[in-house]
């Protein structure tokens, strides 16, 4: 059984220091209450709606200063922890990122591969491949980023590299209220695997977002969710074997359902071409 908690809070637009201090000051919260494996929001450590130029100013490399102090404090918690970052990368380019810690320092970072035209997304350079789940002693984790959500394509992709868990920083606006009311359940119901999806609270330069974080179980049944206006830790008891039972016999011979055997890829082969929008 693995504790795994979403850390839904409101963040400081173009602020990462003071951002970076509330990061750690719920980190030691979560620790607090045995919490083992905590998301944070995307783009938690600047906010969200920025401009490109702000974008500029605030991206940071991988490893970088903010990492180095993530990293430390997940060594002295013993926590694992994904947050979302703006980094600038080695290209010169600037990505959305989440970024995987532990003790033992950075695990594996993730660049949101579907950017919609919303937000500091507008200036920023997609990712170009769905990382492997990370294998850590507590589990194997997927990261997905926010709009990654709304297309079934990577979580399933996920599923098929072995993920027991998606871990989704998100920054949803209020007009995105059917992420928590149907695609966090139907991502993890479909793929029997746990989705834990930290998102902000407040208002960025006139953006209010939608709060209603959310931990989903195997079968899509939301094991905890967060207000539209609190500052708020999420928590759930997730026993990752449960992800492992892509197989339901429950009437042998009778009423099977293999959700991952019971597939027709050949059949799939036009979701791989790019459609006319």
């Known amino acids: 059984m693995v504790r795994i908690g979403a850390a839904q809070i409101e963040t400081q637009i173009g602020k990462p220091q003071d951002n970076l201090e509330k990061i750690c000051s719920w980190m030691e919260r979560a620790a607090e209450i045995g919490i083992q494996v905590l998301v944070f929001p995307e ?4 906010g969200y709606d920025l401009s490109l130029s702000e974008a500029e100013k ?56 579907h950017l919609p035209t919303l ?23 997927g990261l997905l980023i926010c709009y990654d959500l709304r ?13 027991e868990a998606i871990l989704l920083p998100t920054s949803w606006p209020q007009a995105a209220s059917f992420y928590p009311e ?6 993890a119901a479909e793929n029997r695997v746990f989705v834990a999806a930290a998102d902000r609270v407040g208002n960025e330069q006139g953006t209010v977002s939608l709060g209603r974080s959310q931990i989903c ?10 207000s539209m206006t ?48």
């Open 217 to 226: 179980g195997v079968r899509g049944e939301v094991l905890a969710e967060g």
């Open 58 to 113: 605030l991206a940071q490399s991988i490893p970088g200063p903010a990492t180095e102090e993530f990293t430390l404090r997940c060594r002295e918690l013993g926590l694992l922890v994904v947050s979302g970052l703006l980094e600038q990368g080695a290209d010169g380019k600037l990505y959305n990122t989440a970024v995987l810690m532990g003790e033992d320092g950075i695990i594996g970072s993730y660049r949101k591969t």
């Open 151 to 163: 297309f079934p394509e990577p979580a399933r992709v996920l599923t098929l590299a072995g993920a």
């Open 119 to 141: 937000g500091v997304d507008r200036f920023l350079t997609p990712g170009q491949r769905l990382e492997p789940p990370f294998e850590t002693p507590l589990g194997r984790f």
């Open 43 to 46: 783009c938690a450590l600047t």
């Open 182 to 187: 149907f695609m966090v359940a139907s991502r």
């Open 230 to 277: 609190e500052e708020t830790l999420l928590v759930a008891e997730c026993d990752l074997e449960e992800s492992e039972k892509k197989d339901l016999v429950l009437d042998p011979g009778e009423y099977e359902l293999h959700l991952m055997s019971d597939r027709r890829p050949e059949l799939y082969e036009l979701i791989c071409s790019h459609g006319d929008g």
